[in-house]
């Protein structure tokens, strides 16, 4: 598959690695040129434009902070109609009610994935890889007590589904339905939740029983 990765930080160079390795074409595109290329020799990916990146493949990553969205997709989300568009970001913002001394973090904005499709018609969004640190899509470590690290996925189009299911398993980690792109904004409340649990030396795993004790099941 051909990837576009715009933004040459810690997500793209995470997730980009694992999907050179997995056989993929990657390109990275950054404001810098300098940056894109150094990023791009990292990782064994093609360098390029922000517009080179948007144009380049069947997917395009996402992999900049909330903040740079509305000018990239002003300027370049015309470029992702129709393209599988895979948007990791998250919109935390320092939480000011928080006890002095502690981090923690608030949304700075509740739907983040529905406001980059409304910004790109046309363009097939899905929320993933939001939840975890760049350094946990990097490692080699996929399996937890027995059981594979599972990403979400919420999006509309089942085609770009499939797709970003497939990129998942690509890196060796489980993909998960996770429903409608109206969903997302519930996985971007979960990771901004679960992040505050992990900076304050909470075990956010532990707070979920295996599904055969979760008492889910419709009687
Ligand atoms: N890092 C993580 O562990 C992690 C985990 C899950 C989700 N996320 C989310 O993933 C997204 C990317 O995170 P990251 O850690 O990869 O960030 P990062 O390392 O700071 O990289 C951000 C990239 O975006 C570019 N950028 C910033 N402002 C821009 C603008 N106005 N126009 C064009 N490019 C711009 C930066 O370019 P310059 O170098 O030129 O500024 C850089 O290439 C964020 O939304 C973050 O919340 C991160």
Redesign the pocket.
Known sequence: MRIGII??????RALGRGWVAAGHEVLVG???AT?AAEAADAIGARAGS?GEAAGFGDAVLL??????LA??LGSVGALLAGRTVID???A?APDTAAPEGATAFVLAEDAVAERIAAAAPGAHVVKA???????VWESDTRVFEGRRLAVPLCGDDPDALRRVATLTEDLKLQPIPAGGLHRARYLEAV?VFTVGLWFAGQDARAIFPPLEHAFAVVD
């Open positions: 933004g040459a930080g810690a997500m793209a950054a404001r810098s940056a922000i992999a900049l902070p909330v903040g740079a000018e990239v990791c970001t998250n935390f890889f939001n939840v975890c640190a760049a350094e990771s």
